[in-house]
């Protein structure tokens, strides 16, 4: 009898897509359903970038590419992070990739093997544990708590280590709970990496939507250029989800592997994509910035009109585009029940905390990346909803 390779059973998923689906059939169904599950920029791609892409396939750019990328989007991208980062970065140590989910993919693919483990951020991004699974390591939950701000607990941390341990993960701003590591935070994960003398990904994704303070990046500290890897990439930062384009600063041992994983899977990435990426660089968009003080603005609404249901509470986040609510107080039993309750019985469409660890039970995450219209309309369904549910006395009284 022919089967799957048992690899394949080591592969999870994004929930956010499932719950899209559940959403698109209630709709079929002709109901209304408010979108927050999914983790994507509801504006276009700036004009410029567009333009710029266009231009790229009316030359007939529309050929391989080195696996790497091309060499002036390479030297763009290290160019960008010193202005941006103020990072020092060899543009030959730079890997373009269709999308920055692949960077995570080979990286952890090239470092990780049968007996290895590698810490990951509980709640997190679910293909941190399904990658470092499905490249046969073990994978070490980091619990992230509401009272810490979703910081790590970095004694905790430390205890978590083990003579097996090859990785951490670290992601700031950090999806779902739009948390920042302090500085303090980034100082000491560096300081345990160089101890134990473990590789760091580092996934900065989110390091351009950012509401206060400035971002730190973990590869600006003493002594880890040579151990972590950069993750970021153009979908958030410049509304180009479906354009497919990242890139990961690499040490250079492992710039030559992970770009033949590269030409062993994709070849290279598409060439007009990667124009369009040299005009994102090249010259800010004013949209980018509009983005993100619509975001800011957005955050506040929704942060105000959750805190205002009796039963849930939500801390403020400094970055990316989510709120992670605590909703133990209404008293509905699990994250995954009350997610379904808000979608079935509300109409919004949200995630269940348990979608990014065990870690995350008692909370759901939404996404405020929906205009301020859809975002008002979901806080009135949400608040008519709670009033009419069973919540505790000492929950209202509150």
Excluded at 173 to 189: C, D, F, K, W, Y
Excluded at 231 to 254: H, I, N, Q
Aim: glycine share 8%.
């Amino acid at each position: 009898m022919r089967t799957l390779a048992a690899r394949m059973s080591r592969l999870g998923t994004e929930t956010a897509f499932e719950v899209l689906a559940k959403a698109r059939a209630l709709e079929a169904q002709g109901r209304t359903v408010v979108h927050l599950e999914i983790g994507e920029p509801d504006f276009d791609t700036p004009p410029s970038i567009v333009a710029a892409g266009v231009a790229a396939l009316e030359r007939g750019e529309t050929h391989y590419t080195p696996s790497a990328g091309v060499v002036e989007l390479r030297e763009g991208i290290a160019r960008w992070l010193g202005e941006h980062r103020a990072l020092t970065v060899d543009p030959g140590c730079v890997v373009v990739t269709p999308g920055a989910k692949p960077i995570m993919f080979y990286a952890l693919l090239a470092l990780l093997e049968d007996g290895d483990e590698a810490i990951y951020p509980d709640p997190g991004f679910p293909i941190y544990a399904s990658m470092i699974a499905f490249a046969g390591a073990r994978g070490v939950p980091l619990p992230l708590r509401e009272r810490n701000a979703f910081d790590p607990d970095l004694d905790e941390l430390r205890s978590l280590i083990t003579p097996r341990t090859k990785a951490i993960i670290v992601n700031s701003p950090h999806n779902p709970t739009g948390g920042v590591l302090s500085a303090a935070a980034v100082r000491e994960i560096a300081r345990v990496a160089r101890e134990h003398d473990l590789w760091v990904l580092s996934d900065e994704i989110y390091g351009e939507t950012l509401y206060e303070g400035e971002h730190r990046s973990l590869l600006a500290e003493e002594g880890m250029p040579e151990r972590t890897i950069l993750l970021d990439g153009f979908s958030k930062t410049y509304a180009m989800t479906g354009w497919r384009l990242g890139f990961g600063v690499f040490p250079r041992p492992l710039v030559d592997p992970v770009t033949k994983l590269v030409t062993n899977s994709v070849s290279c990435t598409a060439t007009f994509v990667q124009r369009a990426g040299v005009a994102a660089l090249a010259a800010r968009a004013p949209e980018v910035d509009a983005m993100v003080r619509a975001f800011r603005e957005r955050r506040d609404v929704i942060v105000a009109g959750l805190n205002a249901v009796p039963g849930i509470t939500c801390l403020v986040p400094k970055g990316a585009f989510y709120v992670f609510p605590n909703v133990t107080r209404l008293g509905l039993g699990d994250s995954a029940r009350v997610a379904d309750r808000f979608l079935y019985e509300a109409g919004v469409a949200v995630l269940a905390g348990t979608a990014f660890g065990r870690a995350g039970e008692g909370y759901l995450r939404l996404s405020y990346a929906n205009s301020l219209e859809n975002i008002r309309l979901a806080l009135a369904r949400i608040t008519e909803w709670a009033a009419s549910v069973s919540v505790p006395a000492t929950t209202r009284a509150r």
